[in-house]
């Protein structure tokens, strides 16, 4: 079945980049999203990118797709306080069934 | 503003009785997705549903379970009867058969005693 897979934290300075990386199974997605999650509320969709695209850049914000390795990662430049959250990478399964597959979140932490 | 909303935000209550947790939809989708968040397991889908119909709901332990969608602006989870594993943040998603990621609620938190 289908399976995404994060780590679990991720710890940075003020100020300094943070990169979350998550691994998917399914070949087939065609996009491929990352949620944040603040604390106390639901999961708001931060960016996608397309599956026939490699990168996708909005503001502080860059993702990096390789499809040969399944791999998907999220950078963050300058990374501020406001930006401590959960990060959920999820895919779409478009076997016709429309489900959204969610990886474990990875915890970030930005240090003053 | 369109928005999914869901009731209760937070329930407390005892092990043994009747929760039942409610979420509207944003209008016009056509897709309802329930979540379960815990520490240990993350984010597990429990239910799906497409124009009302569900389509899967293998993630649920259909023992104390059920998902429904009475109407397009109604879907409902209930749990009975409750029990402390249940404790968890339910959240609720909404979004369109082809469209792009759902949009979730806020959630509610559950905490059986």
């Known amino acids: 079945g289908e399976d995404v897979e994060q780590s679990l934290f991720l710890s940075v300075r003020e100020g300094d980049s943070s990169v979350i990386n998550c691994t998917y199974t399914?070949?087939?997605?065609?996009?491929l999203y990352w949620y944040k999650q603040e604390p106390g509320a639901g999961l708001q969709l931060l960016t996608y990118?397309?599956?026939?695209?490699d990168m996708k850049q909005d503001q502080r914000l860059t993702v990096l797709l390789n499809k040969k390795d399944k791999h998907l990662s999220l950078r963050i430049a300058d990374t501020q306080t406001g930006d401590s959250a959960i990060y959920f990478c999820?895919?779409?399964?478009?076997?016709?069934?429309?489900?959204?597959?969610f990886g474990t979140g990875t915890r970030l932490k930005v240090l003053a | 503003d369109a928005r999914v909303t869901q009731t209760p935000r937070h329930k407390v209550t005892e092990m043994g009785q009747e929760v039942t947790m409610r979420c509207q939809p944003i209008l016009g989708h056509n897709t309802v997705f329930w979540y379960r968040q815990t520490m240990m397991q993350g984010l597990e889908l429990l239910a799906y549903?497409?124009?009302?119909?569900?389509?899967?709901d293998s993630g649920m332990p259909k023992d104390r379970f059920s998902a429904e969608m009475p109407d397009a602006t109604l879907a409902t989870l209930k749990i009975q009867p409750s029990e402390p594993r249940d404790s968890a943040v339910y959240f609720c998603?909404?979004?369109?058969?082809?469209?792009?990621?759902?949009?979730f609620g806020p959630g509610t938190r559950l905490t059986v005693l």
């Open positions: 990118i397309f599956s026939n695209m």
């Open positions: 999820a895919e779409s399964d478009t076997s016709g069934t429309y489900k959204y597959i």
């Open positions: 399914d070949s087939s997605s065609t996009y």
């Open positions: 549903f497409r124009n009302r119909a569900p389509l899967d």
């Open positions: 998603a909404s979004g369109l058969v082809g469209g792009l990621a759902p949009f």
